[in-house]
């Protein structure tokens, strides 16, 4: 009796552990190719990753760049309720030595603020938003708001991706008209230098005691890209001529 209640006991054993090989092996076979095929996505993609990174400003300019109608709305901005009041002021302000009271409107971060045009480098019609985060600059060209107000004495800063609004900016040569037109004011400038500097130098972003405007994009020597190098066009205020403000009712 107890040696058939042994038998009984050892194949039972034996078709559990059955049982559990098996399974195992049913993993195995189902998990193995899974994981062979994980690790080499992942040596793909990192293997990848440095190509990638430097054609992808040229993918951006060939699929990324928001569509125009997109890119023209004025009133896209994340950064202020629907309901703020434009912010619209007398201000007395000195170019070129000749003191006068103007209206201002100031745009809230990420607003549409001026058109920027230089017919000679192909530089037609470019948006510029108030603001140079990542996202305002995927709209248009962006204005740095730690440089002066457009109209304001000083240096008006405005920079741009060189893969979509600022790809022409190496076009630019010294004697270019290029204009700024905001709202309340339509600056004229001429191109007087062209300055490649590191993008820890920032004496191009300064304030300056003459009125001009500066441009700036990334620089690799001519090619597409991300760099820590940048080209500023430097240009010198011309003329403004005031509008008569209208402000949204």
Request: hydrophobic share 30%.
């Amino acid at each position: 009796m107890s040696d058939s209640s042994s038998i009984r006991k050892s194949g039972s054993h034996h078709k559990h552990k059955t049982s559990s090989s098996r399974v195992l092996r049913t993993f195995t076979y189902v998990l193995t190719p899974f994981l062979i095929l994980l690790v080499l996505c992942s040596g793909t993609v990192l293997a990848l990753y440095k190509p990638y990174r430097e054609i992808e400003p040229k993918l951006n300019m060939a699929f990324g760049a928001p569509p125009a109608e997109v890119r023209n709305v004025r009133t896209l901005n994340k950064y202020k309720d629907d309901d703020a009041p434009d912010v619209v002021r007398e201000i007395e302000t000195s170019i070129n030595g000749k003191t006068e009271t103007h209206t201002m409107k100031f745009p809230y971060y990420g607003d549409w603020y001026a058109k920027l045009n230089c017919e000679a480098a192909g530089m037609k019609d470019i948006d510029v938003y108030s603001g140079t985060d990542l996202d305002v600059l995927e709209y248009g060209a962006g204005w740095y708001n730690g440089s002066v107000y457009i109209g304001r004495p000083g240096n008006v800063v405005i920079a741009g991706h060189n893969h979509t609004d600022f790809f022409n900016l190496p076009k630019c040569e010294k004697g270019d008209i290029v204009t700024l037109e905001t709202d309340y004011c339509k600056c004229t400038y001429i191109v007087s230098d062209r300055v490649v500097f590191h993008e820890d130098d920032y004496t191009y972003v300064y304030p300056t005691d003459d009125d001009r405007l500066t441009m700036y994009t990334c620089w690799n020597n001519g090619k597409l890209g991300m760099s820590e190098y940048r080209l500023g066009i430097i240009c010198k205020l011309q003329d403004i001529e005031w509008k008569e403000v209208k402000t949204d009712e």
